[in-house]
């Protein structure tokens, strides 16, 4: 399905609140929360579409392949490592934001750069729920 065509005011609407919430956001640190939600949304488009845009801001492939086991990794920084588990967090919120995930990003980022932190992760969920469900693949428009 070719979900801006048939629904273009939802793909626009969607395309805006994206614009928002990148304001004021490390264009790298950006993308690590995009590829880490979209990793664990399994939406292959998005994963490759931002990987993709994190090399081309500068992202190392080293950073991009430990991505996946981020904990475990050392080549994150303490403000990388907070966003990472708010993405997590709020990616898999059945289980529930935990009051030390919240803090610890509340702790490296200012409120106003949480909350843009925040409306990235709830986007990046919104198109990788799209792409998932529109069964949308990495090589199509």
């Not at 803090?103 to 998932?132: C, G, S």
């Amino acid at each position: 399905m070719n979900f801006s065509a048939v629904a273009p005011k939802v793909f626009k609407a969607v395309l805006a609140l994206d614009a928002a919430a990148r304001e004021g956001l490390d264009p790298v640190l950006l993308e690590l929360v995009q590829i880490r939600a979209s990793q664990i949304n399994r939406c292959a488009y998005c994963v490759d579409y931002h990987t993709t845009d994190a090399r081309r801001a500068g992202e190392t492939e080293e950073r991009v392949h430990q991505l996946a086991a981020w904990q475990e990794s050392s080549l994150y920084t303490a403000e990388e490592r907070a966003a990472l588990a708010l993405t997590e967090a709020v990616t898999l919120l059945p289980r529930g934001v935990p009051d030390d995930v919240y803090q610890e990003a509340a702790q490296r980022f200012d409120e106003r750069e949480l909350a843009q932190l925040i409306a990235l992760i709830l986007t990046v969920n919104a198109w990788n729920r799209m792409n998932v469900a529109t069964r949308k693949t990495p090589g199509t428009p």
